[in-house]
């Protein structure tokens, strides 16, 4: 599954071919996942305690606030996560601000 994978400290979203199971998820995210429902299809998974773990600030979503620590950027498939189209990469690059590195 192509996914985009954005650190807090690290500026560029890398572009990444993942599994996705929830194992290799939560071991990118660092912990039990939460699922920030975003616009055009996507879907932003990061860390469900990032602020409380004190994780630093990755981005702001206009719903939700600032979203912490490490984030997986995937399409909505419903019951299950899909890879990346490349207009949604696009409208994450846009939406984040960041560089997109392969």
């Known amino acids: 599954m192509r996914v985009l994978v954005r650190e807090p400290i690290k500026q560029p979203l890398q572009l990444k071919e993942i599994e996705g199971s ?44 600032w979203i912490f620590g490490t984030v997986i950027f995937v399409s909505d498939g419903g019951e299950e996560f899909r890879s990346l189209t490349d207009s949604q990469i696009t409208f994450i690059k846009e939406y984040v601000c960041s560089p997109v590195v392969q």
């Open 22 to 65: 929830l194992e290799e998820i939560q071991e990118i995210i660092g912990g039990d996942i939460e699922i920030v429902p975003m616009t055009q299809g996507l879907l932003c998974i990061c860390n469900e305690e990032g602020n409380m773990k004190g994780l630093e600030k990755n981005f702001f979503h206009d719903y939700s606030g």
